[in-house]
């Protein structure tokens, strides 16, 4: 491959002002595709595509476009797949076709899945992260990408929530957008109605809950308890048992109409000063002590997908 000549040398030729649209909701919603930028995200979104095909399901990348010096520094990335096509392109290309001010040389064009409620709750999931309109896609870039490291089986965007494949939220999953299972604008009696016939309990991460998520941690793992504890843990919900963790807005929290559908509303002790914490944060401690309950009862492996120990 001659790194001297790209194909595509035109950053206002029509096929990139097509690509670009995908930064936009609606460039996304007509194509039903969405951007992957950067050589670490287009990686993921190939592997993604090729455990598919490896499966007889249809893959996820559609086309990359890359700058010659880039696949000579990440050959992977050119490596040829049936039903994905690959085009060299000039820097000033590929700038004009993604969404970042300093771009990195590479761009995927990606199929957006058509993940429905039932395949998320058919299966059996233990652990399932629920994000109740929640609108900054850092926030739920940094939940998806929790949930993944977590080893949650699925995600699931309540109506109202932001788009998870905009450039910004996918760039903030560093990855783990290829890696879960995600439904999107599900009206949320209908989540409730599919956790209930899954037999997965609904937990409302919530700051003014009455039930402390250190005293079920401490109860999963069987240490004694403070008296003044021991009730609350009586009759709150047990840790290991299938759980779908509801986080809400930033501004509002949850509504009070998700509120009442949770089992329970699980509070996240603060020791310091700080009068709350960032959802992404909140979301990160309650998955990480339903997975950690859940592998130490056995539920769950306590390795990482490549063999890993989990967190390593």
Not at 277 to 291: D, E
Request: a negative charge; proline letters at 5%.
């Amino acid at each position: 491959m001659d790194a001297a000549e790209p194909d595509m040398t035109n950053p206002r030729a029509d096929r990139v002002k097509d690509v670009a649209r995908l930064a936009t909701r609606p460039g996304r919603t007509k194509r039903m595709a969405f951007l992957a930028e950067g050589p670490l995200a287009v990686r993921e979104a190939l592997a993604s595509h090729d455990e598919a095909a490896s499966a007889g399901r249809r893959g996820i990348v559609q086309e990359v476009f890359a700058t010659p010096e880039m696949l000579e520094r990440h050959p992977e990335l050119g490596v040829l797949r049936d039903g994905v096509r690959l085009r060299t392109a000039s820097a000033q290309v590929v700038a004009a076709m993604a969404d970042t001010v300093t771009p990195q040389g590479v761009v995927a064009v990606c199929r957006i899945p058509e993940t429905t409620l039932d395949d998320v709750f058919s299966k059996g999931p233990r652990l399932v992260a629920v994000l109740c309109r929640i609108q900054d896609p850092g926030n739920a870039g940094t939940i998806l990408r929790a949930a993944d490291a977590a080893g949650a089986d699925a995600v699931v965007l309540i109506e109202g929530s932001v788009d998870i494949y905009n450039p910004k939220a996918v760039r903030s999953t560093v990855g783990s957008v290829f890696h879960l299972p995600i439904a999107t604008a599900v009206p949320f009696g209908e989540l409730v109605e599919a956790a209930a016939r899954a037999e997965v309990q609904l937990l409302a991460a919530d700051g003014y809950g009455a039930v402390d998520l250190d005293a079920l941690q401490d109860a999963s793992a069987g240490r004694r308890l403070a008296a003044g504890d021991t009730a609350v843990v009586q009759d709150a919900p047990r840790l290991e048992d299938a759980t779908a963790w509801l986080f809400g807005n930033e501004a509002q929290g949850l509504a009070e109409s998700e509120l009442a559908a949770a089992g329970h509303r699980v509070a996240v002790p603060l020791y310091g000063v700080a009068e709350s914490l960032n959802v992404g944060t909140a979301a990160t401690v309650c998955l990480y002590a339903s997975a950690r309950a859940q592998r130490r009862a056995g539920q769950l492996p306590t390795t990482a997908g490549d063999g890993r120990p989990a967190g390593a």
